[in-house]
C-alpha cells in the first residue's frame, strides 16, 4: 500500500470560533469582491498530456465558440451592470487577451477594475512544467498587464486551476501579494512561502457561475437566489469578525441575455445593503496586510522575546 503524501504544509489550521476579528473599512461586516474571469480560449492548442483542452476532437467549434461570446457580447453587458450598480471587477485576466482583444482589456481599465493574472491562456495548463517554464508565465503576466494597463498585478488564479507544487513559492517570489488558488476559507490569511508574504483570498467554487450553471444546472433564478444567500450568511457571520464573499464570473455565462437579469437583481440587493464593503480583491488584500496580518505578526514575535 503506497503511504500518504504528507500535508504540504501551506496554511495553519485556525477554528472559526477561535479567531480575532477582522474590521473592514467603515466597520462593514462582509467584503464583496466580484471576480471577472476574461479569457482567451485557443481554438487548437498545444496539447498538454496530462489534459485535454477540448471535449471534442479539434475543431470543437462548439466550445470556442460559446467562449468566444465573452469578447464579443458577454463582458459589456457584464461589465454595464456591474458599473451601473457600482460593482468593480477584479479580473482574472487570461493575460494574452491583451494582444488578442485588446478592447475587452482597455474597457475593464477604463472602468477602474484591478487585473490579476490567470496565466496565459486558460487552454495552456501548469500541470509538467518545470521551473523555468513557470517562472516565464509569472514574468510574462507581470510585464504584459503593465504594459497594457500600467498595473502591476498582485494576484494569481492559475490557468484552469491547475499548478505545480512550486507555484505559491514562485508567486510569493516574483513579489505578489495574494492567491485565489485555495478555495479553504471565508476570510483571507497566510499562506506559508519560502520567501516574501502570501495571502490566500477567498475564491468560491460553490456559487462560480461555471459551477452554477455547469455543474448544478441552476437556473438563473435559482443562482441569484444562492448568491443572496451567501450574502446574508456571510454578512450575518461577519458581524463578530468580518467575512468575504467572493462572486466568480464569466460572462458567457453570466452575460446571456437569459441569465443578466436575475444577476443584476443580486447586484442591487447587495449594493442596498450598508454592511457591505464592495471592494476589489487588492485592496481586501492591502487592507488585511496592513491592519490584520502585520499586528498579528508582530504580536507572535513580541511573544516569542
Given at each position: 500500500?503506497r ?21 473592514w ?21 498545444p496539447?498538454n ?9 479539434h ?12 469578447n464579443?457580447?458577454?463582458h ?14 477584479s479580473v ?5 487577451l ?15 477594475w ?61 513579489g ?12 483571507p490569511g ?5 520567501s516574501?508574504?502570501l ?10 457561475d461555471h459551477?452554477?450553471?455547469f ?22 457571520e ?16 453570466i ?11 443580486v ?5 442596498a445593503?450598508?454592511?457591505a464593503?464592495?471592494?476589489?480583491s ?11 496580518a ?12
Open positions: 500500500m503511504e500518504n503524501a504528507p500535508d504540504p504544509g501551506l496554511y495553519d489550521f485556525r477554528r472559526w470560533p477561535d479567531r480575532a476579528p477582522i474590521r473599512p467603515g466597520d462593514k461586516k462582509v467584503a464583496v469582491w466580484v471576480s471577472p474571469n476574461l479569457e482567451f480560449y485557443e481554438i487548437d492548442p496539447a498530456p496530462h489534459r485535454k483542452s477540448w471535449a471534442k476532437p475543431p470543437d467549434v462548439v466550445g470556442y465558440g460559446h467562449r468566444d461570446y465573452a464579443r457580447v458577454g459589456w453587458r457584464m461589465a454595464d451592470v456591474m458599473t451601473k450598480h457600482g460593482f468593480p471587477g482574472s485576466l487570461s493575460v494574452a491583451c494582444q488578442h482583444v485588446p478592447e475587452v482589456v482597455a474597457d475593464a481599465n477604463e472602468r477602474g484591478e487585473f490579476f493574472s490567470h496565466g496565459i491562456y486558460n487552454t495552456r495548463y501548469s500541470y509538467g512544467m518545470d521551473e523555468a517554464q513557470e517562472r516565464a508565465i509569472i514574468e510574462d503576466s507581470i510585464k504584459t498587464v503593465r504594459d497594457a494597463t500600467g498595473q502591476t498585478i498582485k494576484g494569481w488564479l492559475a490557468p484552469a486551476l491547475t499548478h505545480t507544487p512550486r507555484t505559491m513559492d514562485l508567486i510569493a517570489e516574483y505578489l501579494s495574494y492567491t485565489c488558488d485555495l478555495y479553504h476559507d471565508d476570510q497566510e499562506v506559508h512561502v519560502k516574501g508574504r495571502l490566500s483570498m477567498p475564491y468560491s467554487l460553490e456559487v462560480n459551477y452554477g450553471f455543474v448544478y444546472n441552476m437556473s438563473p433564478r435559482e443562482y441569484a437566489d444562492a448568491l443572496i444567500r451567501q450574502f446574508e450568511r456571510l454578512a450575518a461577519g458581524e463578530d469578525g468580518g467575512t468575504v464573499m467572493c462572486i466568480p464570473l464569466h460572462s458567457y455565462l452575460g446571456q441575455p437569459h441569465r443578466i437579469g436575475a444577476f443584476e437583481e447586484l442591487r440587493h447587495i449594493a445593503d450598508d454592511r464593503w464592495i471592494t476589489r487588492g485592496d481586501i488584500a492591502d487592507h488585511y496586510l496592513a491592519n490584520v502585520a499586528p498579528a505578526k508582530a504580536t507572535a514575535e513580541e511573544g516569542a522575546v
